[in-house]
């Protein structure tokens, strides 16, 4: 639904009723959340000045995560950002299938994902375990588009795209952005690797 829940929230106080959450948690009928989170990059700064950001992030997404990053959240992001993310955990919660989508093109690559997640995780928004933040970020946005059958698991059979990181994102979902080395296709590419092409030359 690429409407999103947003446009079924009541005009008064912004809240997804019980009609919302039925609908939502029914037969075949998924969401795909593309709450973001970006305010949050204040709390950890850090993040922008990672090669990983001053290389790959597009300049026009690069100001904004740089002038956030000036200020940790005012009560009004988060007041915000929880009208946002709120619903759709509750709706996970109710049994629904609920996906982290990233919105690219229209918001930023990498980045925006990690605050995205955190955001679904973050006691003050989504307040997800981070278990099911793990979930709505694998195979249940493979299910939304058809493809759990490749996607979204570690199986024998599935296509092998894995993520390795240092630190176990069960026990906090920030782990996730310490990414070491990824697999494509079976084949292995370390951050390092990934990077060199975006290096200056010497």
């Not at 409407?3 to 079924?8: D, P």
């Not at 005009?11 to 009723?17: Q, T, W």
């Not at 946002?84 to 996906?99: H, M, N």
């Not at 176990?168 to 060199?196: F, Q, S």
Request: aromatic share 6%.
């Amino acid at each position: 639904n690429r409407a999103g829940f947003q446009w079924a929230v009541s005009a008064r106080d912004e809240k997804a009723y019980q009609d919302v959450m039925a609908l939502f948690t029914k037969d075949d009928y998924h969401l795909c959340s593309t709450h973001g989170g970006r305010y949050l990059v204040g709390e950890t700064p850090e993040l922008i000045e990672d090669d990983r950001f001053t290389l790959l992030m597009p300049p026009y997404f690069a100001v904004r995560y740089v002038n956030d990053a000036r200020f940790p959240p005012t009560q009004a992001e988060l007041d915000n950002g929880r009208r946002s993310v709120a619903p759709a955990v509750q709706i996970l919660q109710k049994g629904g299938t609920v996906s982290i989508g990233t919105d690219s093109p229209v918001a930023a690559p990498a980045l925006g994902v990690h605050m995205a997640l955190r955001s679904f995780a973050d006691p003050r928004l989504g307040n997800a375990t981070n278990h099911e933040t793990l979930l709505a970020a694998t195979i249940n946005s493979a299910k939304l588009i058809h493809a759990d059958h490749e996607l979204g698991t570690v199986e024998v059979g599935k296509i092998a795209d894995l993520v390795m990181i240092d630190g176990n994102p069960l026990e906090d979902i920030a782990n996730l952005v310490n990414v070491e080395m990824v697999m494509k296709n079976g084949v292995i590419y370390t951050i390092p690797e990934i990077l060199a092409p975006y290096l200056p030359k010497e």
